[in-house]
């Protein structure tokens, strides 16, 4: 009987091990995959020249302590001549700071806050939450076949004075005028 218990234990313990690690492993490279594409945006964004004449880092701000460790994984990087600094926000009134914001789906119930904090400011938007493009926000990081593609509302955009590249553009899945 005692043998039985053990075997089962031992059982569970290999499937948890074989189960859950991938998939936390997957949802890992997932949150590494939309740091990446939220930089390149940043980095293929046409900025105001104002900002790109200031000397201080570039601010990469994110909604979701699960993003933690991708976000703070673009320290080394660049933008233009800048390093980048990733900030984790807890609320919309740190917003101001922000060059980029990264609001995840988890944090959905600030995104109403989260287009008013940015109305008109040259701050890019970039969320996986669904319909994000259509409801005000810039760019949409959306999951198909277990692959990433991305939705873009230029109008948005334009109207923040922003542009971001016609080669960026020609990538979309859709883009919103």
Known sequence: MKKANLSRQLLYSLLVVFVLLPRSSMAQDSFDLKAA???????????????????????????????HDSFMGLSNKKLVTQP???????ETSQIEQCDVVFIDANSRDLTRRLFLAVDNKPIL????????????????????????????????????????????????LEVKR
């Open 125 to 172: 938007t970039v969320s996986d939450i669904s319909g994000f493009a259509v409801q005000g926000g810039m760019i949409e990081i959306v999951e198909k076949d277990k692959r990433l593609f991305f939705n873009i509302n230029i109008k948005v955009l334009e109207a923040s004075g922003l542009d971001i590249s016609s080669q960026v553009l020609k990538l979309a």
């Open 37 to 67: 594409f939220t930089y390149n945006f940043a980095k293929f964004t046409q900025w105001p020249e104002s900002r790109l004449n200031a000397l201080s880092a570039w601010k990469i701000c994110f909604f979701g302590n699960q993003y």
């Open 84 to 90: 980048i600094k990733p900030i984790l926000l807890s």
